[in-house]
């Protein structure tokens, strides 16, 4: 393959910008970072790309443990679309570091804004508003396509400076206590067992007990359990019952489970 990109995803949007992407480039090979085990990872491609979605302002931590077992090659060309929901802050900057430190460089790097999952703060926009960004998403990515195959250099997009030192600040000082929010998630009594969230967590951090979930503690805060779930009876805290949800509209469950990670299907 002359591309291999690597995605994460919690509820599609990151998925379909792979998918897209993929399509755009051709000859190009998606893997789900849960896929990659906890072994070193040995890309033959010569350009390495990587998609994933924005948690709190920053790498989710899952990208960063896959980083860390990345095999790199300063001959290489590196790439990454950072989706977010308009605040990229300094993302694609922090992962620059990380690559930097492996030796490597971030050739390009890539804001895309999607419609947001993150519900304690609002439900889903209308689907007018969903339908602009994608499409608005999908202009920018066929113009990174080109920028890709052409291995064009470009400076990690980022938002402004005092947004990248406070949304910074804030990922630096919660980064470690995320796999305990999910003490907020809790489950009511439309639950029908069905057994979605337990399957869908990219992070494997749900079990079903006497048929309702229970959070393991080592959450990401995609929120795939919340969003994917058929009966919308999982919540985070008081205010999300009435919230609408929200996951891609072209990405469908299966789709999501293939993503999972391996044997947890």
């Not at 090979?29 to 390495?48: N, Q, R, Y």
């Not at 790097?109 to 926009?125: C, E, T």
């Not at 967590?201 to 749900?206: K, R, S, T």
């Not at 058929?230 to 019952?241: D, K, R, S």
């Amino acid at each position: 393959m002359e591309t291999t990109i690597y995605f994460y995803t919690g509820t599609g949007n990151s998925l379909w910008t792979a998918k897209k992407l993929s399509a755009a480039l051709e000859n190009t090979e998606l893997i789900p970072v849960t896929h990659t085990g906890f072994d070193l990872i040995h890309p033959d491609s010569k350009k390495i790309g990587f998609i994933f979605p924005v948690h709190i302002w920053g790498i989710p931590s899952k990208i960063v443990d896959f980083l860390n077992r990345l095999e790199t090659d300063p001959a290489k060309y590196y790439f990454a679309l950072a989706v977010n929901a308009g605040q990229v802050a300094a993302t694609l900057i922090q992962l620059k570091k990380l690559l930097q430190e492996k030796n490597v460089k971030l050739s390009s790097g890539f804001s895309i804004d999607m419609p947001s999952n993150y519900i304690p703060w609002g439900g889903a926009i209308a689907l007018e508003k969903q339908e602009k960004k994608f499409n608005e998403a999908l202009n920018k990515i066929n113009r990174i396509a080109s920028l890709i195959k052409a291995k064009e250099e470009k400076a990690p997009e980022q938002g402004p400076v005092w947004q990248n030192i406070f949304f910074s600040a804030i990922y630096r000082l919660s980064f470690s206590h995320v796999p305990q929010m999910d003490k907020s998630f809790l489950v009511d009594e439309k639950c029908t067992s069905c057994g979605i969230c337990e399957k869908i967590c990219p992070a494997q951090n749900i079990l079903l007990a006497g048929g309702k979930p229970k959070w393991q503690h080592h959450c990401e805060q995609c929120f795939a359990c919340l969003q994917w779930c058929p009966e919308e009876a999982i919540q985070y805290g008081g205010g999300t019952a009435r919230k609408k949800r929200y996951h891609h509209p072209d990405i469908k469950l299966k789709d999501m489970l293939a993503c999972v990670p391996k044997g947890k299907e």
